[in-house]
């Protein structure tokens, strides 16, 4: 009779290890003093933008706000408070929140090649395609994080600046408070949606490159360089396919029935650009050669 041959007990590969690796991703992310930096900027615009309509009207009287630029909710700051959360999110939204998501982005992986980590990270067995996929969940939970700040520091701002109650619509319907705080975390989340592309873009320009700054400089320019374009009327039928051309669509939600058309739309084409560059990224990161 054959002996069976004796077998060690085979180690279960747990599906878990990559929540393990996505925690560490997220605390490396948010202790590094850089994105604490650009939370705090992000933070004080709400504030300087409540402090100068603040000192503007500071008898409380309604602001000039019809410069005819800017939406129309920006000239509401003084009746109302929450409007400030609408008006920071319009002002951080084309600029300032872009272009922290391509610092984090953009060094995500070119950071670590730089830094001679990436080749350690890929010892693991994480695979390089889960590894590229956790570091973009990295990115987009900075995105919401970041977005979030600026939402929270605007309504803090606006609450202790100015009276807070019934909502009026743009389109002349009032809400309730409650209703009215609902909107505030619905146009928090399609601002943070509106990112999704984008990050996806700059994490593509992260794998092309070992240095980290080049990544982000080149985040930023084509961060520029589309909103430029975007701009010029002269290219109104490539409008409609530029990342950032539906990003103040929230305020849609603002109007009483929601609009919906421009937001269907806008995220429908962030998830565009997340498919188009994320296979970009993956396809680039699965065969690139990491020799530091």
Known sequence: MRARKAVGP????????????LRSELGVTFRRWRTLALLAVLAGVPVLIGVAVKVETGDGSTGSGGQ?????????ITHNGLFLVFAALAATLPVFLPMAVGVVAGDAVAGEAGAGTLRYLLIAPA??????????????????????????????TGALLFPVGEVMTISGVPIGLGEGLLRVVAIALAAAASLIGFAALCLFVSTLTHSGIAAMAASVGLLITV?????????????????PHYWLSFADLLREPVFWDDLAKNLGLQGAYAAVFGAAAWARFTTRDITT
């Open 127 to 156: 695979g390089r395609a889960r590894l590229l996929l956790v570091k973009y969940v990295g990115t987009l939970a900075f995105c919401l994080v970041a977005t979030l700040v600026v939402a929270a520091s605007a309504l803090a």
């Open 10 to 21: 085979v180690r279960p590969v747990s599906p878990l290890w990559s929540w393990g690796l």
């Open 68 to 76: 005819g630029g800017g939406p129309a909710f920006f000239a509401q």
């Open 227 to 243: 909103q430029i374009l975007d701009t010029i009327p002269q290219l109104h039928a490539i409008h409609p396919y530029l990342f």
